[in-house]
């Protein structure tokens, strides 16, 4: 049944919808109908949609949904989510809710360096590359000119160029390290674009450096590219109360209850099993506001995971603590974010998500982003110490269960009601369904 094609890019779309339902599919009658299902009737905005990606089929629908009263810095924000799981919109709209009347979420940008390398060889001494690099590293900045100059009039450019030394790694292997400001900007064109300027100006100056042998003229670049690991690009976000000020729940004392918190954070900062889990549910808050702020959320994830595992064990990104009767509970990651270019300028709904946002900034929204993470973690946690992760998250998880069984809106309603006080499964709602539909 399946096939191989060429020249694919080149087909229309309905060629290629023909083409993918005809060989992959065991209705290609159905698979078309799904596919058209998904386009919008709006052909401008559909054309718009199909050219942010290549070989366009149809648009993929996430629901993005609202989590609002989020207190952050004394201001109040609604914050858009885009995402498919159940429970993360809830939960960080029930935290957000909760320390509301606590103080709110308070945030603190640490710093904003992006971080770009040229990788090369070079067969001479470290010493000579030392003298040759210190000779032409003016000349790296003011070829780059034409390409910084803009985003300099921002405020934003080139912040260093450093030569390391990775030899006792790979033989003859050394790198330029470069940062960089970029504003506003999440900035990997800039960067890139500036790294392999930097990449040409230093095979051009190697080859009139008179110290050099002809062998070491020959200076082998085999890449220039930003890197998504952004030790120095932090944001920190926090909450805190007295700890009398955490009874909300008569089934376990505020004293208690803080215990548990810290304690469940200690786990997550030995175990590596836990860890994973625990920070998977930080970014299930980060990742939904990235995606419907039109950032590029796999660049944070594998980013906020190496930073997770920067000591030499991946262990949590968040904290608490308990000083002077106060808890407190924080945490800090690295965040490459940007509100303009890209798809903030294209995508409809992140135009939109931005002004719900009231067009943050790009130090703004690395604040909101990391208080969407630590809100989701502080739900999260708050569960597991409790009641248990499974009992918020089946409710939540019901419509899906009851839609999969194929539940009338009037079976629904029924059921829902029936689950307010019974435990969600999902043979329970099948057996349930069976009942009323017997009934």
């Known amino acids: 049944m399946t096939a191989s094609v060429k020249g694919f890019s080149k087909l229309s779309k309905t060629q290629k919808i023909d083409w993918i339902a005809q060989h992959y599919t065991h209705d290609p009658e159905a698979t078309k109908t799904i596919l058209r299902q998904y386009w919008n009737s709006d052909l401008e905005l559909q054309r718009l949609h199909d050219e942010f990606i290549e070989n366009t089929l149809t648009n993929y629908y996430l629901p993005l949904g609202i989590a609002p009263n989020f207190l952050i810095n004394n201001s109040y924000y609604a914050i858009p989510m885009a995402i498919e799981e159940s429970s993360v919109v809830a939960a960080a709209s029930k935290a957000a809710k909760f320390w509301e009347t606590r103080g709110g979420f308070k945030t603190k940008i640490i710093g904003t360096e992006k971080v770009?390398?040229?990788?090369?060889?070079?067969?001479?001494?470290?010493?000579?590359?030392?003298?040759?690099?210190?000779?032409?590293?003016?000349?790296?900045?003011?070829?780059?000119?034409?390409?910084?100059?803009?985003?300099?009039?921002?405020?934003?450019?080139?912040?260093?160029?450093?030569?390391?030394?990775?030899?006792?790694l790979i033989a003859n292997y050394y790198q330029l390290h470069c940062t960089f400001e970029t504003q506003d900007a999440m900035g990997a064109n800039f960067i890139n674009s500036c790294l392999e300027q930097f990449a040409e100006t230093l095979k051009a100056e190697a080859q009139q450096y008179s110290l050099f042998s002809a062998e070491e003229k020959e200076i082998d670049v085999v890449m220039s590219i930003l890197s998504n690991y952004v030790p120095r690009c932090l944001v920190r976000a926090e909450v805190s109360c007295p700890i009398a000020n955490l009874q909300e729940d008569t089934a376990i004392s505020p004293e208690e209850f803080a215990q548990k918190m810290i304690q469940a954070v200690q786990i997550a900062q030995v175990e590596p099993f836990r860890a994973v889990t625990h920070n998977k549910g930080i970014m299930n808050g980060i990742d939904a506001v990235i995606l419907a702020t039109g950032n590029d959320f796999r660049a944070v994830e594998a980013g906020v995971h190496a930073y997770a595992a920067r000591n030499g064990s991946y262990r949590s990104l968040t904290d608490a603590s308990v000083e002077n009767g106060i808890f407190k509970f924080w945490l800090e990651l690295p965040l490459a974010l940007g509100t303009v270019g890209g798809l903030t300028r294209l995508h409809p709904l992140v135009k939109l998500a931005l002004e719900i946002l009231q067009k943050p900034s790009a130090k703004e929204l690395m604040e909101i982003v990391a208080v969407a993470g630590l809100a989701q973690n502080f739900a999260a946690l708050r569960s597991l110490v409790t009641t248990g992760i499974q009992q918020g998250h089946m409710k939540m998880h019901l419509l899906n269960i009851l839609n999969q069984l194929g539940a009338s809106t009037a079976e629904k309603e029924v059921l829902i009601n029936h689950f307010k006080t019974n435990t969600v499964s999902h043979n329970a709602a099948l057996e349930a369904l069976h009942q009323l539909r017997s009934s």
């Open 116 to 168: 770009g390398q040229v990788h090369f060889i070079f067969p001479g001494s470290y010493q000579k590359l030392t003298a040759f690099f210190t000779t032409i590293k003016g000349n790296l900045v003011s070829a780059a000119k034409t390409i910084t100059q803009n985003m300099e009039k921002r405020g934003g450019g080139i912040t260093a160029i450093e030569l390391r030394d990775k030899t006792h």
